[in-house]
Structure formats: C-alpha cells, structure tokens
C-alpha cells in the first residue's frame, strides 16, 4: 500500500541551529514528491516539490529537499533555522498523472528555542 | 491571483444538523480535492471533482457525506445528520489541468465543530 512516514513527530531546534526533518515513502513507482508546511489555525503552504531532474530542490523561506531514489527519502532542510520556522511539516506524495490525489505523512511539528 | 477560498472558516453544528462547506478554486483551475484533517493525524484525501463530475470518491465515507462542483460557482462538501466525530478541518485545494500536473494549492480551511 502507498504510504509515507514521517518517523519525528515533534522536534526542537535552537535558533540559527541546521534543521533535517525526514521523509520516507512506499510507492510503487517514483511519485511526485511535496512537503508542505502549516501555521497553528491556518491552510497549508506549498513549500517545494520533486518532479524530476535534479535530486537537490530549492523552496521558498530557505528549505530545501533532497530526493534519494535509493532510500525512498526526501529530507527536508534548512541551514539556519529561525524562530518563525515554527510549524507543523507535512510530506506528501502523488502518483504521475493529473489529478491524482496527494497521501500525506502525518507531520512533524518543529518547535524552536531561543 | 487570489488563492483558494474556503467559507466558512468556522462553522459550529449539533449534533444531526447539516454542515455545508464552500470551496472557490484558483482561476485557471479545474480540479478540487477535498481533504479531512482529524486532530493528532494528517491529512486523508476524501473526494476529487472536475467541473460537473466527481472523479474519485474513495475516500469519502459512504453514508452523510457528498461533494459536487457544479459548472457555476464554488464546490460544495455537504455532510448531512452530523455526528461529533465529524469535528475535524477541512480543506480544500485546486490543480490546474494539464500543467504542472500534481501540483495542489490548498485553501485556509474550514474548522466543523460538532456539539
């Protein structure tokens, strides 16, 4: 079955300190890979996505993914971390063809320090 | 380019009311999905739509619940005779067809709290 585990369910980081948050899917095929991002109360935010070619995708507020084939992974990163970080971390996967629904990771919720 | 809009934000209801939410696409989009978020758990895809037809339903229990997008206005999830464990965040997204396929914006959501 299509699945995907997020195995942290909560992480704390010291502000400006390196954040992984990690990513694992069961799939059939290699699918369309997303991790989104939501603020207390609020929708969710596209953060990046892998849909082929380089491995390494670049998002927006500095994170970054990585899609290893071998692994079936796609850690999320970011170098420094910072306070409005925050948040709840969700990955997603979706097959290759339009209009196929996404199958979400059940989170991981960053805190961070000061 | 406005996002996706969902109203009500909140919505309260007791218990065997009828809840309705409402979901606007993003112009240019003619797929919306429907996801249910339950408290502790992430999101589980319940239905998608394209204009005048629902395409896949499979997650969307099969009793009290239904979804359409008519060809005009805003896509409606209705659930009927609603029941405590109803109470979760919906949320809606839109695609657009045929380009950067996979792709799903997601709306604020909606709050259903059940009494």
């Known amino acids: 079955a299509q699945s995907v585990t997020q195995p942290d369910i909560h992480i704390t980081v010291s502000e400006g300190a390196s954040l992984e948050l990690r990513c694992n899917y069961s799939?059939?095929?290699?699918?369309?890979l997303f991790w989104y991002v939501q603020s207390p109360g609020q929708g969710l935010q596209l953060l990046l996505k892998?849909?082929?070619?380089?491995?390494l995708v670049q998002g927006i507020k500095g994170f970054e993914a990585e899609f290893k084939r071998s692994q079936s992974s796609f850690n999320l990163r970011k170098p420094s971390v910072h306070w409005s970080d925050a948040a709840e971390y969700f990955c997603?996967?979706?097959?290759?063809?339009?209009?196929?629904?996404?199958?979400f990771g059940k989170g991981t919720t960053l805190s961070v320090s000061s | 380019n406005a996002g996706v809009m969902q109203n009500p934000r909140h919505l309260v209801r007791r218990r065997g009311q009828e809840a309705r939410l409402r979901c606007s696409p993003m112009?240019?989009?003619?797929?919306v999905y429907w996801y249910r978020q339950l408290p502790e758990e992430g999101l589980k895809f319940m239905v998608y739509?394209?204009?005048?037809?629902?395409?896949?339903e499979s997650g969307m229990p099969k009793e009290r619940f239904s979804a359409e997008f008519p060809k005009e206005g805003p896509s409606i999830l209705r659930i009927q005779q609603v029941v405590r464990g109803d109470s979760a965040a919906y949320f809606c997204?839109?695609?657009?067809?045929?380009?950067?396929?996979?792709?799903?914006?997601f709306g604020p959501g909606t709050r259903l709290t059940v009494l």
């Open positions: 997204a839109s695609s657009r067809q045929g380009v950067q396929q996979g792709t799903q914006y």
């Open positions: 799939y059939g095929a290699t699918p369309y």
């Open positions: 892998y849909f082929s070619g380089d491995t």
């Open positions: 997603a996967v979706a097959a290759r063809q339009a209009g196929t629904a996404l199958i």
């Open positions: 112009k240019g989009h003619s797929h």
């Open positions: 739509l394209q204009k005048e037809n629902i395409i896949d």
